[in-house]
């Protein structure tokens, strides 16, 4: 029999935990290894930390650069945070051990944006050591750039594209309704957009520019907004309120802006209970063009588990990709893996 | 400066007619040859016969193997028939003189499900002349295969596919019409079904056994229906007049079966103007699993333009590809290519 698909995770919070628990339930590949930030973690068995109802014999640790001083894996899936500059020391270790990475950092999705400099250093240190790096995720890295620039492959002309995702954030706790404004008022909405506190998304940069990338625009200036969405009616979760004339969430566009014109405008308005105000939650694509497309999914792809699904899904393709730093769209068409990784695989360790 | 891609393009059709067309407005992509199966096209400047106000100097011709023996391409756009065991000879000439091959071909888009000795054939004379072949389309190619598998992408579990594409066949001629089964009675439409006159459309067995494969799904059996669709109302266009109680068109289903239950199911109901029976046209696609997804692209991608658009936009990707007989799910996610052609090739003749 082949070998499995052997995994190292690196992050054990939300989506890191869901990956964990997902991997587990699929055919021919395992976790070999997996890091986590939080002290409390060190040498808790994984399955225990998983809330299983059995050890796995996995002893998570804070300690990455010994767990790839001793492990052997064929992929990285690693989840810590969202940023090139934090994200580009624990990518380099793997690297350097010759494992291949799939990391849902947003602006790994096309880091060259943000950080020329070390998307170029990873992109060296994958091709010297003959693995692939990619970034993915549902959004980026799907819904509001893939998946737009793959419905244009049916166009002949394209002028214009207009996206919007309009998610729920009612599932989501604390943390998330501070870095959306969600339940405060319009004032501190302004003062946390100033001090940095209210980002609201990450990852627009990223797909504004890969979209006029691969449709060969150069743009002029990618510009952003976040606007406060304040609520007409009372809106409670569990983990905030928000009464009439508060803040719900943030409405974060972005403009692919050239010759004043803005060619692409992507809207991502984060709010709890948008449907209390008639506000369908969806993703909404239209290509102005020939032909034109106008496309709708409601509700929107759920934002957790797409992530989680597109990271897993896209294993195959990365560990039997051409070494360097690989975005999306070098990437052959995704699809589900249901069955036997080892299918898919043409190279194991 | 790099050297334009070159192109020869078989079939001077509907479809053939338009990629030309199309071809003149890009940039960094040329036309070297074209080949016609009528014998008034022969000789024929191709300017002439697109109705251009000007000469291009490029003879028509309908003898393919003198122009595959005397003219150096990059690629064959072909577009003549839909049927494997048809375009086997043709496609076999392009990949002697070791020209790459887009093909709109139906059957083309999964050729191993109708004829794999002919797939294997195809297959090997691309890798022994280092070229490759992508059958390609809107439907076989893009709306009811890649894109459904492309959102599986964003799944981690995938349970039940049900898709259809509404359109509306009122623009089309008198061919059409006889082949869906278009102003008949319902008597006549199933005597055209036993005799083969109507065939509804070409390309299910391709979706779903493509699917079905990437899904890693063993279907039991791939079943197909074909009903007449019959009008409640006067329905009339400049071809055609379809009384209420007669056939408006052919509703064609396919469905991927495993253990007497329907894994897949697609539909293809074309019919002239469903909207006189409210009837909105579209492309509607429902993935049961987790997560699940509601997809309306409305109205439907439109069919000609789109096949046209998928065929030209792919020539970067064929070109790059590794040698042999590829599938749209081995290829690159597709995209409009809006700038020069010469930008996206790495190789060339």
Redesign the interface.
């Known amino acids: 029999m082949e070998k499995n698909v052997k995994v190292i995770l690196w992050g054990l919070g939300n989506m890191g935990s869901i990956i964990a628990k ?1 991997l587990f339930k699929k055919e021919g590949v395992e976790i070999v290894g997996a890091i986590a930030r939080r002290k409390e973690k060190e040498g808790k068995d994984l399955g225990r930390l998983l809330n299983f109802d059995k050890e796995l014999g996995i002893r998570v640790t804070n300690d990455a650069k010994s767990l790839f001083e001793t492990t052997k894996a064929d992929i990285l899936l690693h989840c810590t945070t969202s940023f090139v500059e934090q994200v580009y020391y624990q990518i380099k270790l793997a690297l350097e051990k010759r494992i291949n990475v799939i990391t849902i950092a947003e602006e790994m999705y096309n880091p060259w944006i943000k950080n020329q400099e070390l998307a170029e250093k990873i992109d060296n240190l994958a091709k010297i050591n003959n693995v692939t790096v990619l970034g993915t995720g ?1 959004n980026p890295g ?1 819904v509001l750039d ?2 737009i ?2 419905l ?7 002028n214009e594209i207009k996206a919007s995702r309009i998610n729920d954030l009612s599932p989501y706790g604390p943390t998330v309704m501070k870095t959306q404004g969600v339940g405060i008022t319009v004032g501190e909405f302004e003062k946390g957009i100033t001090d940095g506190t209210i980002v609201g998304h990450i990852g627009f940069l990223e797909s504004v520019s890969t979209i006029a990338k ?4 150069k743009l002029d200036e990618i510009k952003q907004t976040r606007e406060p969405i304040i609520s007409n009616v009372l809106r409670k979760t569990s983990h905030v309120l928000v009464k009439p004339g508060m803040v719900a969430g943030c409405n974060h566009k972005a403009y692919g802006i050239k010759n004043g014109k803005a060619f692409i405008t992507l809207e991502h308005p984060q709010q709890i209970l948008p449907e209390l105000e008639g506000i369908e939650t969806g993703d909404y694509i239209k290509i102005k ?3 034109e ?7 929107e ?2 934002g957790g ?2 992530t ?3 990271a ?3 294993i195959p393709h990365v560990i039997n990709s051409t070494p360097g730093l690989k975005s ?13 990784y080892r ?1 898919w695989c043409q190279v194991l360790t």
Chains 1, 2 share one sequence.
Not at 293 to 299: A, G, Q, R, T
Not at 328 to 340: K, Q
């Open positions: 997902e549902i799907f893939t998946l620039l793959a244009t492959g049916v166009c002949l002309e394209v691969y449709l060969g625009w063009g020939k032909p497309i106008n496309l709708s999914i409601k509700p792809i759920r588990v797409g989680v699904a597109i897993v899904n896209m999306m769209m070098d990437m052959p068409f995704c699809h589900a893996i249901l069955s036997d299918e």
